[in-house]
């Protein structure tokens, strides 16, 4: 297999623990981009926090944000589409956390026409929200109003839990209201309008080029990466992936600290 185009997590995958690209790594996707094939982000971060890994790239592949909700163009740094959870799911999600999980925080990610739209409030939480990493974004509100607009994703957030032990407690009373994931272990759920992932926002961007699912690689380390593994023409677990990832992926690579996405590239791109 020749892939025709590349689809990758960031955090845990493209980049090692000091949250850089490396020297190794760039070098096999610069290969592979010089060669034709397409590239492409796929993560959980918002599409303002893209920029810093064009940065290191050297150039701004299109970006599959919010975990398939999102597709953003950094080249231009527009918003392509954003599919939402209404008004309405939001309100229906809350109780069923607040009920299911008792004391757990609600925050949401909104969009607005650019990565950095200043007329958008995008990171916004309820009052007591414990943030599961560094957030200089967060706007906090009332509950109330949290739940007044639209949201590309709902987050959930319980200091102290295991996200693997909130999405099975949740998982039974969600339903149809959107689809549960998760990116860390840490108490954090993310709750996605029903149907998403990022297999459906790869396919979002590889449809118009004429790009089939058996000509894409594809690379993750967790759950929310489980179903672009299991949709692509070879999926790739990195080796510090959770074990759900490494069991639905077609290979397993070595870790993120050792240029494992690097020593896949490098079979076709020298």
Same mark, same amino acid.
């Given at each position: ?5 590349? =689809? ?15 020297? @190794?790594? =760039?070098? %096999? ?47 231009? /740094?527009?918003?392509? $589409? ?27 990610? @909104?969009?607005?026409? $650019? ?13 007591? *929200?414990?943030? #599961? ?29 295991? $996200?693997?032990?909130?999405?099975? =407690?949740?998982? +039974? *009373?969600?339903?149809?209201?959107? /689809? ?12 996605? +309008? $029903? ?16 790009? =089939?699912?058996? /000509? ?15 949709? #692509? ?7 510090? %992936?959770?074990? /759900? ?16 996405? %690097? ?8």
């Amino acid at each position: 297999m020749l892939p025709a185009l590349i =689809a990758t997590d960031v955090d845990g995958t493209l980049l090692d623990q000091h949250e850089r690209v490396t020297p @190794r790594t =760039a070098a %096999a996707v610069r290969a592979a981009v010089d060669a034709g094939v397409r590239f492409v982000l796929a993560t959980g971060r918002p599409p303002r926090w893209i920029p810093p890994v064009v940065e290191q790239l050297g150039f701004a592949p299109m970006s599959v944000c919010a975990n398939g909700s999102v597709i953003y163009d950094p080249a231009t /740094d527009r918003i392509l $589409s954003a599919r939402t959870l209404s008004v309405e799911a939001l309100a229906r999600l809350a109780d069923i956390a607040a009920k299911v999980i008792p004391g757990a925080g609600l925050a949401v990610e @909104r969009v607005g026409r $650019s990565a950095h739209d200043a007329a958008t409030p995008q990171f916004v939480s309820s009052p007591g *929200y414990e943030h #599961a990493w560094l957030n200089p974004d967060n706007t906090e509100v009332s509950l109330e109003d949290l739940l007044s607009a639209p949201a590309v994703k709902l987050l959930i957030r319980k200091a102290g839990a295991q $996200s693997g032990d909130m999405a099975e =407690a949740l998982a +039974p *009373y969600v339903g149809g209201e959107g /689809d549960l994931t998760y990116s860390t272990n840490n108490g954090l759920i993310e709750v996605l +309008p $029903s149907g998403l992932s990022k297999a459906t926002g790869v396919a979002e961007v590889a449809g118009p080029l004429g790009i =089939a699912a058996g /000509d894409i690689i594809t690379f993750g380390d967790m759950p929310n990466d489980i179903p672009m593994l299991q949709w #692509a023409g070879l999926g790739v677990a990195m080796g510090n %992936a959770h074990p /759900d990832a490494k069991a639905a992926a077609d290979e397993v690579t070595t870790p993120n600290t050792e240029d494992g996405l %690097a020593r896949v590239l490098e079979r076709w791109w020298l």
